[in-house]
């Protein structure tokens, strides 16, 4: 490309590494009169430096190693906001940078960036978006699926996100971050999620007509009485994997092995019964309790719609005897109250396999095992959103004749069968330049730190308290002064209980006390 044609925009121009030999050869001559010239750093901030030349007839020449913006090197902008755009960790890749000696910024640089300038483009950028994407629904009736995700495992997560999804288009709608200080406990937090989301999807005046989620308690409680006019499914692998969870594990026992043949077969029957039936609860019940008498090779007299079995002749099988002790079992499992309730309301229409493809996108910008704080945990999250949304619909990607392309994978939990995978068009990053976009403009409307810092206390004006605001707080010297390790704290429990005098009967501590 001539160079004439490059790109003058700071975050389309192309950067390059450059020695330090290099610039020095290349300043070590005189551009006014071709002497021979003394180079020397003037300074360094960031991954700026600033070079400067003065020959013996005191000509001085500086030369900057990239633009400033007011008096911002872009170069250290432009870097912060490549490192979170593209899901890095900024500890990681300062690291990186400083492991082959790459001069460039600190930790608290990066972090000041983020927080005035970077995670506003982000949140603007998502906006206009989401704008533009609910404005396409409007005017249809939307079949949505929504799901809820923590930020760590159990019941001790500081942060939950909630995602209602398009399943026509398998693009999200909105997203809502709750933090535990704004509901009674973590539980409550994907309820509070599902909330705002609905407020805000249909205040914008999208009409959502089928809604498919697991079986969350809550939100089936809210859904019946809140949100009576959407019909709300469930989503059939969620149940299909606890189905097979219990019955994997009575098929584990020594007794009960003939069940491990049936165990697949049983969560296939799960999808029929529901993609057969059309929405109609009754049916489909039915047709799931008919499994009852197919595994024990009774094919008739299942109920009043479906009487007998679909399948045509079958060849001998592993039955179960009807009525012993495994047969009960299994129908304690496939024939629970709670399960037959929920059976009816599978959904034959979607479902929200596509979500759990986009909590895969959100654990690479936001992994579990780190902690962020509030507005960078949303920020990255919607940085996954925006992600997904550019990249959810790729095709199928073709080879150089026109074939498609596939790869096959062996799967463990089916003792190696192989399974074939569409191979998929590249990943695209358009949002990242979008994102950039925002971050220059956001930096010309704040030129200084302190009017950034101004705007961002306005933004940041109701963000959640944190978990630690009702705890007391204590003085760092007086914590550090009571500070003790286990092994001291065990010699003085070992004191404590010594002998007053001899000949005394030693009293052994108990177990629950030498745990502590």
């Known amino acids: 490309?001539?160079?004439?044609?490059?790109?003058?925009?700071?975050?389309?121009?192309?950067?390059?590494?450059?020695?330090?030999?290099?610039?020095?050869?290349l300043m070590s001559v005189c551009m006014v009169c071709c002497q021979p010239a003394n180079v020397a750093i003037k300074y360094i901030r960031g991954?700026?430096?600033?070079?400067?030349?003065?020959?013996?007839?005191?000509?001085?020449?500086?030369?900057?190693?990239?633009?400033?913006?007011?008096?911002?090197?872009?170069?250290?902008?432009?870097?912060?906001?490549?490192?979170l755009l593209s899901g890095c960790s900024p500890v990681k890749a300062v690291n990186f940078l400083r492991a082959i000696n790459i001069v460039t910024f600190s930790k608290n640089t990066y972090y000041r960036f983020q927080r005035l300038y970077i995670l506003p483009a982000i949140n603007r950028s998502w906006e206009y978006k989401q704008a533009a994407l609910l404005k396409e629904v409007q005017g249809r009736d939307v079949t949505a699926g929504g799901y809820g995700r923590c930020c760590s495992p159990g019941h001790t997560a500081v942060y939950g996100s909630y995602s209602v999804m398009d399943l026509e288009t398998s693009k999200i709608l909105d997203m809502q971050l709750?933090?535990?200080?704004?509901?009674?406990?973590?539980?409550?937090?994907?309820?509070?999620?599902?909330?705002?989301?609905f407020a805000k999807i249909l205040s914008s005046g999208?009409?959502?007509?089928?809604?498919?989620?697991?079986?969350?308690?809550?939100?089936?409680?809210?859904?019946?009485?809140?949100?009576?006019?959407?019909?709300?499914?469930?989503?059939?692998?969620?149940?299909?994997?606890?189905?097979?969870?219990?019955?994997?594990?009575?098929?584990?026992?020594k007794c009960n092995r003939q069940l491990t043949s049936w165990?697949?077969?049983?969560?296939?029957?799960?999808?029929?019964?529901?993609?057969?039936?059309?929405?109609?609860?009754?049916?489909?019940?039915?047709?799931?309790?008919?499994?009852?008498?197919?595994?024990?090779?009774?094919?008739?007299?299942?109920?009043?719609?479906?009487?007998?079995?679909?399948?045509?002749?079958?060849?001998d099988r592993d039955w179960i005897k009807k009525g012993s002790r495994l047969h009960k079992e299994f129908k304690e499992i496939v024939a629970s109250n709670g399960l037959i309730t929920d059976i009816g309301r599978l959904s034959p229409v979607a479902q929200t396999y596509s979500l759990e493809s986009y909590h895969k996108v959100v654990i690479y910008f936001a992994p579990k095992s780190v902690h962020f704080t509030y507005p960078a945990m949303k920020g990255r999250i919607l940085l996954s959103v925006l992600h997904f949304n550019e990249?959810?619909?790729?095709?199928?990607?073709?080879?150089?004749?026109?074939?498609?392309?596939?790869?096959?994978?062996?799967?463990?939990?089916?003792?190696?069968n192989a399974i074939t995978k569409e191979v998929k068009t590249p990943i695209t990053y358009g949002y990242v330049q979008d994102c950039l976009v925002e971050v220059?403009?956001?930096?010309?409307?704040?030129?200084?730190?302190?009017?950034?810092?101004a705007n961002m206390e306005k933004i940041n004006s109701n963000?959640?308290?944190?978990?630690?605001?009702?705890?007391?707080?204590?003085?760092?010297?007086?914590?550090?002064?009571?500070?003790?390790?286990?092994?001291?704290?065990?010699?003085?429990?070992?004191?404590?209980?010594?002998?007053?005098?001899?000949?005394?009967r030693i009293r052994k501590p108990s177990r629950r006390l030498m745990d502590r």
Not at 1 to 22: L, Q
Not at 178 to 194: F, Q
Not at 297 to 306: A, R, S
């Open 178 to 197: 709750v933090k535990v200080t704004e509901v009674k406990n973590s539980y409550w937090m994907e309820l509070e999620g599902l909330k705002r989301c």
């Open 440 to 453: 220059m403009k956001m930096r010309e409307e704040f030129p200084t730190m302190e009017e950034a810092a």
């Open 47 to 83: 991954t700026l430096v600033v070079m400067q030349a003065t020959c013996p007839d005191g000509h001085l020449r500086e030369w900057y190693s990239q633009p400033l913006l007011g008096k911002m090197p872009m170069g250290n902008l432009l870097c912060s906001s490549a490192m």
């Open 391 to 416: 990249n959810c619909k790729r095709k199928q990607a073709v080879t150089k004749s026109g074939e498609e392309q596939w790869t096959v994978s062996y799967m463990k939990y089916g003792n190696g």
């Open 263 to 315: 165990v697949r077969s049983v969560v296939n029957h799960l999808y029929w019964a529901a993609a057969s039936s059309g929405g109609r609860a009754e049916e489909c019940r039915e047709k799931w309790l008919s499994v009852v008498n197919h595994v024990a090779n009774v094919h008739t007299g299942h109920g009043d719609i479906f009487k007998e079995c679909a399948h045509g002749p079958l060849d």
């Open 206 to 253: 999208v009409s959502i007509k089928t809604f498919v989620t697991d079986r969350h308690t809550q939100i089936k409680k809210f859904m019946r009485d809140d949100q009576q006019e959407i019909t709300h499914y469930f989503d059939i692998w969620h149940v299909g994997k606890a189905i097979m969870k219990k019955l994997d594990k009575l098929a584990k026992k």
């Open 463 to 504: 963000l959640p308290p944190n978990v630690c605001d009702g705890f007391e707080k204590k003085e760092k010297a007086a914590v550090v002064a009571a500070r003790k390790s286990r092994f001291q704290k065990g010699a003085e429990l070992a004191k404590s209980w010594a002998p007053e005098r001899k000949g005394k």
């Open 1 to 25: 490309m001539a160079d004439e044609t490059y790109d003058k925009r700071p975050e389309k121009m192309r950067k390059f590494i450059v020695f330090e030999s290099c610039l020095r050869t």
